[in-house]
């Protein structure tokens, strides 16, 4: 029987959770710590929605001596990105299933992000779901707890009001400031073909 009382059903969404996170952390320690530890990195460089794979596939095919890591709430897509890994045989990128907030929490605090890229997260157009997008003040500290000195978050979307709402959510912060860097790498993508014309900005870890 299936409960009706909140409290049960806080409980369980929070027990729900922990499990997904603890998920998040078991890959973590069992594939990139490991790569970690084989190859002297000592940094990530993340994509929140990394759809599959192809742009963060070129960037690390370009910096073989860094470490990317992509990130996606749909499996099918992290598949696709799995086989385009395979098929270029890179060793420096992985790719799994994981919401942006539940993979920071897994992530351990001696592993730092150099570089956060976000490309056409889900604008959430309509004012009483902008609660639900993904540049919040909460995300922003929760980055910033997981990055250092010198880390750069770089955010693309074909959403102008999305793109000034981001802008604004950094200047409105204490932790990150508004940069000047373009997007640092021009490679096809699934959003980019779908979606075609967009802006970007970024900004540096205070």
């Not at 997904?20 to 084989?38: A, F, K, P, T, W």
């Not at 000592?42 to 742009?55: M, Q, T």
């Amino acid at each position: 029987m299936i409960s009706t009382d909140p409290a049960h059903k806080v409980a369980q969404i929070a027990h729900e959770r922990l499990l997904r996170v603890n998920r998040v952390g078991e890959y973590i320690s069992n594939n990139i710590l490991q790569c970690i530890d084989d190859n002297k990195f000592n940094v990530i460089n993340l994509e929140i929605g990394c759809g599959h794979g192809h742009w963060l596939s070129s960037i690390a095919s370009c910096h073989k001596g860094e470490l990317f890591v992509g990130i996606d709430l749909l499996s099918k897509r992290i598949r696709k990105a799995d086989r385009k890994r395979e098929l270029l045989n890179l060793d420096n990128v992985f790719f799994l299933k994981a919401e942006a907030g539940e993979f920071l929490e897994a992530l351990p605090r001696n592993l730092h992000i150099k570089n956060t890229f976000i490309m056409y997260p889900d604008p959430w157009p309509k004012k009483k779901h902008h609660k639900k997008r993904l540049i919040q003040r909460c995300f922003l500290r929760m980055l910033h707890d997981k990055s250092h000195r010198g880390s750069k978050l770089y955010f693309k979307t074909d959403h102008e009001a999305y793109l000034d709402w981001t802008r604004q959510a950094i200047a409105n912060s204490s932790l990150w400031e508004l940069g000047t860097e373009d997007w640092p790498h021009d490679a096809p993508s699934y959003f980019e073909d779908l979606f075609g014309n967009s802006n970007s900005c970024s900004a540096t870890y205070l």
